[in-house]
């Protein structure tokens, strides 16, 4: 499921409550560690990095991300960042000196986010990440029940676990809850393009899903659950 940074780059900051939210708390869950260096794995706009730095202000900044859009407006906000334009799955990360890694909501796009952890922590000292859990968005997705649509593959927290458990060990982690309620079908439909998440879907499927969104004309709140957790 492509991130699309197209749209995401010019509109994400004023429409990304729930990264900016999530951002702040998942910062202030590291430990009081003395970092000299760190990264920011899919950073997007920078909004972990500015939290980071605020926390840390001393520690050297790299910022990555398969996106250089996005990465334009991150190193606006962060001049002195190191910028690597990649696929983090694909990045070697021995070429880099950090002591800490993050990656806020960033992860979900991953094809193998249990191989992508187990890298990290090759390299990483921790390893602070959030994801959205799989009661994500249920009452948006509940308006397309009835069509075939490819789903995000988020996890339950105990898949996540699950994952963590057999490379990492927990320092700390929490679950949020973040909700906003939208007028309609379609202003929520607009919220994920935004913010870039998008499905890539054939024609036939783009016309029942305008239908339904046309029909469905009360109020609908997204519910982003997430879970939050700094690793070693
Ligand atoms: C929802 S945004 C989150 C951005 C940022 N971490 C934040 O807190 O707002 C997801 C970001 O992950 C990036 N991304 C997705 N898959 C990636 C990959 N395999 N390697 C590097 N970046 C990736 C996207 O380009 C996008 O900027």
Redesign the pocket.
């Known amino acids: 499921m492509p ?1 699309d ?1 197209a749209i995401a780059a010019l509109n994400y900051d004023e429409h ?1 409550f729930a ?1 900016k939210h999530s ?1 702040k708390e998942l910062v202030e869950m590291l430990p009081n560690d003395n970092f000299v260096s760190f990264v920011d ?5 920078g ?2 990095t500015v939290e980071v730095k605020k926390r840390f202000p001393s520690a050297e900044v790299t910022l ?4 250089s859009k ?1 990465l334009q407006i991150a190193k606006a906000k962060v001049p002195d960042a190191t910028i690597i334009n990649t ?3 694909i990045f070697d990360f021995a070429s880099l000196h950090f002591d800490l890694a993050i990656a ?3 992860v979900q ?2 094809k193998n986010f249990e191989l992508f952890l187990e890298k990290i922590l090759a390299h990483a000292k921790y390893f602070a990440f959030s994801v959205p859990l799989k009661s994500s968005f249920a009452d948006y997705m509940d308006i397309f029940k009835d069509v075939d649509i490819p789903r995000m593959n988020l996890y339950t927290q105990n898949e996540v676990l699950h994952i963590i458990r057999s490379s990492a060990e927990i320092v700390t982690a929490k679950q949020l809850m973040i909700a906003k309620t939208y007028p309609n079908a379609i202003e929520a439909c607009r919220h994920f393009r935004n ?2 998440a998008t499905i890539p879907i054939n024609t036939a499927t783009q016309s029942k899903i305008a239908v339904i969104l046309k029909s469905h004309k009360s109020p609908i709140t997204l519910r982003y659950d997430l879970f939050l957790c700094v690793t070693r």
């Open positions: 991130f940074t990304a990264q951002a794995i899919g950073a997007g706009t909004f972990a990555i991300d398969s996106s996005m696929d983090a799955e806020n909501l960033s796009w991953f913010i870039g």
